[in-house]
C-alpha cells in the first residue's frame, strides 16, 4: 500500500470518527434538550401547583372570614331583636306596675283585697301564730280586715283562729313618688311570716305581679312576637 492509499485510508477513518462524534453530539443534545424540558415541565407544574394551594388557601381563609362576619352580624342582629322585645315586655310589666298603684285607691275594693290576700298568706303558713308587716297607710285597712280574715282561715282550715301580730315597728316601703323614684317601694299587699321568721309568704301586689308575669312570660311573648323558632 502507497502512501496515497493509507493517507486515503486515514481521511475516511477522521471522517468516520468525525461523524460518529457529530452524531453522539446530536444525541447528547437532543437528550440534554429533552431532560430540560421535561424538568422545566416539572417545575412549571410544581409552581403551578404550588400557586393553585396558595390561592386556595386563600380563598378558604376569605371564606372562613365571610362566614364568621356573617355569624357576627347575624348574632348581633339577634341580640338587637332580642333587646328590642325585652324592652317592649318590660315597658309592659312597668305599666301594669302602675296600674297597681290604682287598686289602693278603691278603699272598699282594696279592703277586700286584703282580707283575701290574708287569708291567702295565712293558707300557705298554716302557723299557729304569725308576724304581719304593711304599709304604714294600709295599717287601719289591716287592721279593719284582720278577725275576718282569721275567721275565715279557721273555717276553711278547721282549726282555731291564729293570732295575728301586726308589726308597729317595721312597715313595708310606702308607694313610689316623684320623691322616692329610686327607692325601695311596695304597692300594697302584705307579708307574713312565721314568728320565727323561717317560713316567709310575701303578697305584696309587686310580688304577685312578679310571680304572674314569670308565668305568663312566654304566653306574652307569644302574642307580642310570635311563635319563635328556638
Do not use: W
Request: aromatic content about 4%.
Amino acid at each position: 500500500m502507497n502512501d496515497a492509499d493509507v493517507s486515503k485510508q486515514i481521511q475516511q477513518m477522521v471522517r468516520f470518527i468525525r461523524q460518529e462524534a457529530e452524531e453522539k453530539a446530536n444525541e447528547i443534545s437532543v437528550s440534554a434538550e429533552e431532560e430540560f424540558n421535561i424538568e422545566k415541565l416539572q417545575l412549571v407544574e410544581a409552581e403551578k401547583k404550588k400557586i393553585r394551594q396558595e390561592y386556595e388557601r386563600k380563598e378558604k381563609q376569605v371564606d372562613v372570614r365571610k362566614k364568621i362576619e356573617y355569624s357576627m352580624q347575624l348574632n348581633a342582629s339577634r341580640i338587637k331583636v332580642l333587646q328590642a322585645q325585652d324592652d317592649v315586655v318590660n315597658a309592659m310589666k312597668e305599666a301594669a306596675g302602675k296600674d297597681l298603684l290604682n287598686a289602693s285607691h278603691d278603699h272598699h275594693v282594696y279592703k277586700k283585697l286584703l282580707h283575701d290576700l290574708i287569708v291567702q298568706s295565712l293558707l300557705r303558713l298554716k302557723e299557729p301564730s304569725v308576724l304581719l308587716r304593711c304599709r304604714k297607710d294600709d295599717l287601719r285597712l289591716v287592721e279593719s280586715v284582720l278577725d275576718s280574715a282569721k275567721k275565715e282561715y279557721a273555717e276553711k282550715v278547721n282549726v282555731h283562729a291564729p293570732e295575728i301580730i301586726v308589726d308597729n315597728h317595721v312597715y313595708l316601703p310606702p308607694a313610689p313618688s316623684h320623691h322616692n323614684a329610686h327607692g325601695p317601694y311596695c304597692s300594697g299587699g302584705v307579708v307574713l311570716a312565721s314568728r320565727d321568721g323561717k317560713i316567709v309568704c310575701e303578697n305584696t301586689l309587686d310580688a304577685r305581679l312578679d310571680v304572674v308575669f314569670r308565668k305568663k312570660l312566654p304566653e306574652i311573648r307569644k302574642r307580642l312576637f310570635g311563635q319563635v323558632a328556638a
